[in-house]
């Protein structure tokens, strides 16, 4: 620890005595400091012992006395260093009973103590501090490294709780707690994944102070990664301050945790290619070959059914916004807290995704979207969409043999999802329900408009109801007397009227596929 008065005190070459304030003697000392001048103040930065044998001061005017000394205190100085023997035999009665109002310490110097003297051993007790220290923090650093390699994060958050006698916690990339030490740690850590949040939206690297409410804890997060965005956050928390060798500690840890983020990265690059050979097999009918690619990487995906999820934006992200690599956090993040396999592959401007079905991957990209649909209808709460409109499309459950039908699926979902306004759109959901909902889309509606136009035209004269008598003989599968009864007119005059539209149109009512075509398309007119 650093040099404090009472440590001076004690010091055997120096002979000092306590006249004035006994009980703040355990206060640091940052350096001892001579001034003979009336009010050194100027000069002063805190923390000092100041020397003086009162060669420019009438250290026994009482009023005098108390002014310097307050003056001292209120800028920090921790002690008062008297030399008698100079000017003054002893200490005047004014400076002490001065120094005991304001609880300044005040030290008696002798005579045959020199200034330099307690400077050389201020000096000295701070450089053996200094080198206390920093060997210190090369021993942490020692043993930080140790753990890493033989116990990886988990280890080195031990250690470094022990260092710095508090407690430490791993964040990923989307801000979820990956580790903690010690364990009942955990608590406190969850409690700061906003403010984890926060400082990732801040350049790397990047660091903050925060406090925990309930607790005395003084936090402090750190951004792990050398790349533009984070890709892990580490928090400290202790009861104080962090000392030298303490920090020397963090600092320590924050480079290991660096250096295993980017070892992890670059391993992860090398997933990625493996993956995308995987996908290409899968997309090309060989099954077989993609188990063999993959081995032990993502064979347990290929064993199970899977979900193929594409991703696109529909407009370039702005600038520090990446919604797929969002999305692929995400997706990472989930799927390594449940111990899944998950496949993930940039493709272009797009993003494939191989993922368990059912799993925590599937759930994390369907709350994702979730929450940005929530914020893209919901802009007055601030909400915004991830810098590029991001929609995502779903396949079915699948196998490897039916993966190309899979990343079918998905694009269709895909496409769905971009003519809707959606975030996200499931396969299985065009399947289960009706394809009505289709027809609302523009070129439909053109296309039937465009159909249609004639038999309106038509009907707008005067000259007979073409179009519902359509509709009606359609909805009645071509049944004459059940349509004329709808309609309330004779058989003859429907049969006459379906004529007409033979005749307007140029096409035979025989046609199954015109039938079909006419039906859709007053399907489509109708849901305007």
Known sequence: MPPTLASLVHHSALKLTVRAGEDRLDVPVRWAHVSELADPVPYMEGGELLLITALKLDAEDPDTMRRYVKRLADAGVVGLGFAVGVNYDEIPKALVDAAEEEGLPLLEVPRRTPFLAISKAVSAAIAADQYRAVTAGFAAQRELTRQTLNAGPEGLLGALATQVDGWAALYDASGAVVATAPEWAGRR???LTADVERLRDRPAPASSVVGLPDHDDRVELHTLGTGRRPRAALAVGTAAALGTAERYAVHSAIALLTLTTER????????QRVGAAVLRMLLAGEPDHARAVAGDLYGGLLDAPFRMIVATTLTAADAGRDPLGGLAETLESAAARSGEAVLIVPEGERLVVLAADGGAAVAACAEYA????????????????DGGELVVGLSAPAGPIAAAAAYKQAEQALSVARRRGRVLVEHEQ???????PLLADDAVKAFADGLLRALHEHDATGRGDLVASLRAWLSRHGQWDAAAADLGVHRHTLRYRMRRVEEILGRSL???DVRMELWLALKATSTE
């Open 264 to 271: 992890s990265r670059s391993l992860h690059a090398a997933e």
């Open 189 to 191: 850590a969850t409690r």
């Open 370 to 385: 979730a929450a940005l649909e929530t914020a893209r209808t919901a802009p007055e709460q601030g909400g915004a969409d």
């Open 510 to 512: 025989d046609d199954p």
């Open 430 to 436: 065009l399947a289960a329900g009706s394809v009505l």
